[in-house]
């Protein structure tokens, strides 16, 4: 079945470590993003990337890293950078970059917890 | 600038009685809008979306929205709520010229025996 997986589900780290979560999808969608959700605050956008090896900040975008060397893969870096970096942490994609009615397709979802 | 509030961050309704949740946006451009809903520790899951062809628009498991240019609002209903719809609800927005979809703070229903 085609998706997005998202890996892990769950993971602790302890504060001032590196995490690198994983996306990858076989829609063969172009357009990737990475958001960070909190109770109560909705998603807010991290990054995004329209095409292969091309990105682009979100609004919340300080303390993380992203790359996108595949299309299928588009892996998110919290880094020790990240003030507060314990949250449920969500991959889409689509085929159309934010054009308007382009429908998001979303993972699964990985839940950091920093101890 | 894009905003969408959603009002009333719980919701509580009886099992068969009408589920009613509120979204108003802001835009400065004719809007597209969607209604997410969420299951526990899951990802998101369209519902439904306004892209201009009808005002009235029809989603999955029996929810429908209205989009009221006016009142800036796109409200979503379901005539009889189900047990299985508790969950949490997200109203977003984006426009025609492809600047980002911008999320509401979401709304949890719970849905009563």
């Known amino acids: 079945d085609g998706g997005i997986t998202q890996s892990p589900k769950y993971l602790f780290r302890k504060e001032g470590q590196n995490v690198t979560l994983s996306c990858e999808q076989n829609?063969?969608?172009?357009?990737m993003y990475w958001y960070r959700q909190d109770p109560g605050q909705g998603l807010r956008l991290i990054y995004y990337?329209?095409?292969?090896?091309?990105?682009q900040k979100g609004d919340i975008a300080e303390g993380y890293s992203v790359s996108r060397e595949k299309k299928e893969s588009f892996p998110l870096t919290v880094t020790s950078a990240q003030k507060n970096p314990t949250a449920f942490y969500l991959c889409?994609?689509?085929?159309?970059?934010?054009?308007?009615?382009?429908?998001?397709?979303f993972g699964e979802g990985s839940r950091l917890t920093v101890l | 600038a894009q905003s969408v509030t959603q009002l009333g961050s719980h919701v509580s309704v009886s099992e068969g009685a009408l589920v009613l949740l509120r979204c108003n946006y802001s835009?400065?451009?004719?809007?597209?809008l969607f209604w997410y809903v969420q299951y526990p520790n899951q990802g998101l899951q369209l519902l439904l979306k306004?892209?201009?062809?009808?005002?009235l628009v029809k989603g999955i498991n029996g929810f429908e929205a209205e989009f009221k240019k006016s009142e800036t609002s796109f409200h979503l209903t379901k005539p009889s709520a189900h047990m299985s719809d508790a969950a949490e609800y997200f109203c977003?927005?984006?426009?025609?010229?492809?600047?980002?979809?911008?999320f509401g703070a979401g709304t949890i229903l719970r849905v009563k025996s």
């Open positions: 889409a994609s689509s085929t159309l970059a934010f054009r308007g009615a382009g429908e998001l397709f």
């Open positions: 829609l063969n969608h172009d357009a």
């Open positions: 990337s329209q095409i292969v090896n091309d990105f």
């Open positions: 835009s400065s451009v004719p809007p597209y």
């Open positions: 306004y892209t201009s062809a009808a005002t």
């Open positions: 977003a927005v984006s426009d025609q010229y492809g600047n980002k979809l911008v």
